[in-house]
């Protein structure tokens, strides 16, 4: 069933660029708490337009117990090195 063409103008006013570019699977679990496309929340720290490099390094610390969290530490355990680096990335692009 096709979309009503109203609904298909309001879309992109919607979510800006995250309807025409989602966050790849590696950043999507980071939505719940630190906001949509990583703009913050009141307990969820902004991710959106910080350095890439310095989000992949605080990223490895929660991995390693070098910086202290709530539940990050666990969190990054559970990605890969690409996945760190691709939701890093992600992050930094989003203004």
């Known amino acids: 069933m096709p979309w009503p063409i109203a609904v298909l103008l309001v879309l992109p006013l919607l979510g800006g660029a995250a309807v025409a570019d989602p966050a790849p699977l590696a950043a999507?679990?980071?939505?719940?708490?630190?906001?949509?496309?990583?703009?913050?929340?009141?307990?969820?720290?902004?991710?959106?337009?910080?350095?890439?490099?310095?989000?992949?390094?605080?990223?490895?610390?929660?991995?390693?117990?070098?910086?202290?969290?709530?539940?990050?530490?666990?969190?990054?355990?559970g990605y890969t090195e690409a996945e760190l680096a691709a939701a890093a990335a992600y992050f930094a692009a989003v203004r």
């Open 28 to 77: 999507q679990g980071c939505l719940g708490c630190h906001g949509p496309q990583g703009r913050g929340t009141g307990a969820g720290a902004r991710l959106a337009g910080r350095d890439a490099a310095e989000l992949d390094a605080i990223l490895r610390d929660y991995r390693t117990d070098a910086r202290q969290g709530t539940i990050m530490n666990r969190i990054a355990r």
